[in-house]
């Protein structure tokens, strides 16, 4: 059994930081991949960040240069460092990680940017 929780959300002013964590525990013995997904009211669930095991990352768009993704392999846990936050940015932010072949998914932390 697998278990991801993240921390870290919350309301924050327009231009603001936030830093996202997500803690993996249970069986783990390898975690392949560590993403970041939002979704706002009314849209869809969009990939907001992701790494991999070697390092690479890969972003979207609306993210490159404000957010950064990083991974503490040693900790089983994933960063979402989010700087100069929009109030476009606010949705619930969740965290997805593919550990030895399965699929998981956080729980979901909200952030909120006022304009």
């Known amino acids: 059994q697998v278990q991801l929780v993240e921390s870290g959300g919350g309301l924050v002013q327009a231009g603001g930081s936030l830093r996202l964590s997500c803690a993996a525990s249970g069986s783990i013995f390898s975690i392949h991949t560590m993403a970041w997904y939002r979704q706002a009211p009314g849209k869809q669930r969009e990939l907001v960040a992701a790494?991999?095991?070697?390092?690479?990352?890969n972003y979207a768009d609306s993210v490159k240069g404000r957010f950064t993704i990083s991974r503490d392999n040693a900790k089983n846990t994933g960063y979402l460092q989010m700087n100069s936050l929009k109030p476009e940015d606010t949705a619930v932010y969740y965290c997805?990680?593919?550990?030895?072949?399965?699929?998981?998914w956080g729980q979901g932390t909200q952030v909120t940017v006022s304009s």
């Open positions: 997805h990680a593919v550990i030895s072949l399965g699929h998981y």
């Open positions: 790494i991999i095991s070697g390092g690479s990352t």
